[in-house]
Each structure stands twice: as structure tokens, then as C-alpha cells.
């Protein structure tokens, strides 16, 4: 074969199995599809929107691929363990991880309170742990394995005029995270990368714009070089990327996708 044709090859995911946490919408559906249109089979983790996973699943299915749809909780230990033994059960093998669940609950620090903020790093940062940890483990074995998560350029920044301590920190904690497991791993030829979005438009940032169009518009759209916020399909071409074996020699990096915003 030639290079050429052997170029073609290497955003390939045939024959690869995946995990998307939070993958019934916004940009888990996303990069849920994503994989699958690159030749994945993908497993959806829902906590409770079974019915819009199982729509997700069918699509895939639709398109030739395999599916599963599992409701858990990636902040409890117990149900992570299942989530890994589900898949590996179904497929034989897990291959990409991809940890998008999240949630953000905003409010002033002085006023955040501690049941707020526990559940935020409960998702947003053991949920990740604990999921590469369980996954991580079947990929020690099989001796390979790509493992992103979806960090945020709110680990690098404090975003304004919102106020969100617990989320930001919460980010930060998965870009180091993210690094340490790159290093932990790389012996058993996993790699470990992050995305870090930027303003992305999804269910939460349309809710946004109809109550704070001036904050959306003229902060969030203007801060970024490119004059706009994105989309969630603009997220895809690097999760391909990273799960894929084009980025065979690519660990331990937090790739920020966000039209330029943090360069000012």
C-alpha cells in the first residue's frame, strides 16, 4: 500500500469501540456521532435521558454501526465499574474513551454552597477519574487505548460576567488529570488528551442568549478573534483526531477549541 493511500487510513476508527459520557445531546451527541461516522461502535452513558440516548443510538445504528445505550452515574464508583464491564461484555474490547458528562451550577463564590460545589467535582472531575479508571484498567490489558476528555477554556480562565468558582476549577482538575494519566500510561500505550471548548452553541448557551442576548452576543461572540461563538460539530474534527491513530504520538495535550478567545 501506498503512503498515500495509507494517509487515507489514519482517522480511521474501524473495528474501535467507544464510550461517550453524556452523549444523548449538545456536544456529547456530537462527538457520539462523530466517532460512529468514522467507523466506530459507540456506547452512550445517560443519568436519566434514556429516551433522547436511545434516538442517538438508533441514528447510529441507522448508520451501520453498533450502539448501546447504559443509564448510570459516572460520580459513583460502582456504576463506572459497570459501564466498563458492560461494553468490554458486549464488544470484547474498549478502545476510546470519551468523558463528556458535566454539570455547571453557577454562583457567586461567597454564596456557593458546599452541596453545590461537592456536586460539581463529583461530576465534572471524580466522574472522569473514576470512568478513565475503570476503563483504563481494560486498556492496561489489552495494552492500547485513547482516552479524551472534554476539559474547557474555563480551566485555563475565569470566564465573566458569569460566575462559576466550582466549574473552573473543576476543568482545571481534569486538564492535570488528564496530564498525570498521560504520563501514568503511556507504558501501556494509552494515550490521554483533552479538549477545552470554548463558547459553543448547545441547549444551555441558547438558554442563555434568549435571557442575556448582550452577554452572548457582545462578550462571549466578541471575545473570541473569529467574532462568533461555535458550534458543537466544530469539536468532532478533533476528537476524531485524538482517538484515531493520526495522533499516535499525541499525549498528555489540552487542545483548546475556542475561536481564538483565550489569545486575549
Known amino acids: 500500500m501506498s503512503e498515500i493511500a495509507n494517509y487515507r487510513q489514519i482517522f480511521s476508527l474501524e473495528g474501535r469501540t467507544a464510550i461517550v459520557t453524556g ?13 460512529a461516522a468514522h467507523g466506530a461502535d459507540v456506547a452512550i452513558v445517560v443519568k436519566s435521558t ?5 434516538s442517538v ?3 447510529i445504528r441507522a448508520a451501520g454501526r453498533k450502539a448501546l445505550v447504559i443509564k448510570a452515574d459516572v460520580s459513583r464508583e460502582a ?5 466498563a464491564e458492560e461494553v468490554a461484555a458486549a464488544w470484547g474490547r474498549i478502545d476510546i474513551l470519551v468523558n463528556n458528562a458535566g454539570i455547571v451550577l453557577p454562583a457567586n463564590a461567597e454564596d456557593c454552597s458546599l452541596d453545590d460545589w461537592r456536586s460539581t467535582m463529583a461530576v465534572n472531575l471524580d466522574g472522569v477519574f473514576l470512568m ?4 483504563g484498567r481494560w486498556m492496561i490489558a489489552q495494552k492500547s487505548g485513547s482516552i479524551i476528555s472534554v476539559g474547557s477554556m474555563s480551566g485555563r480562565i475565569v470566564n465573566w460576567p458569569f460566575r462559576h468558582a466550582a466549574y473552573n476549577v473543576s476543568k482545571a482538575g481534569v486538564h492535570m488529570l488528564t496530564k498525570c494519566l498521560a504520563t501514568e500510561w503511556a507504558e501501556h500505550n ?6 477545552a471548548p470554548g463558547y459553543v452553541l448547545t441547549e444551555l448557551t441558547q438558554d442563555v442568549l434568549r435571557e442575556h442576548p448582550d452577554v452572548v452576543n457582545n462578550q462571549w461572540a466578541k471575545g473570541a478573534v473569529q467574532n462568533r461563538i461555535g458550534s458543537v460539530e466544530e469539536l468532532v474534527g478533533a476528537t476524531i483526531y485524538l482517538a484515531s491513530d493520526a495522533a499516535s504520538f499525541t499525549t498528555g495535550e489540552i487542545l483548546t477549541i475556542d475561536g481564538g478567545l483565550t489569545l486575549r
Open 23 to 35: 452523549g444523548s445531546r449538545g456536544i456529547g451527541k456530537a462527538l457520539a456521532e462523530g466517532l
Open 50 to 54: 434514556v429516551d433522547r440516548a436511545e
Open 57 to 59: 443510538a438508533q441514528e
Open 79 to 83: 456504576d463506572t465499574n459497570r459501564i
Open 132 to 135: 478513565s479508571r475503570a476503563v
Open 190 to 195: 494509552i494515550r490521554v488528551n483533552a479538549i
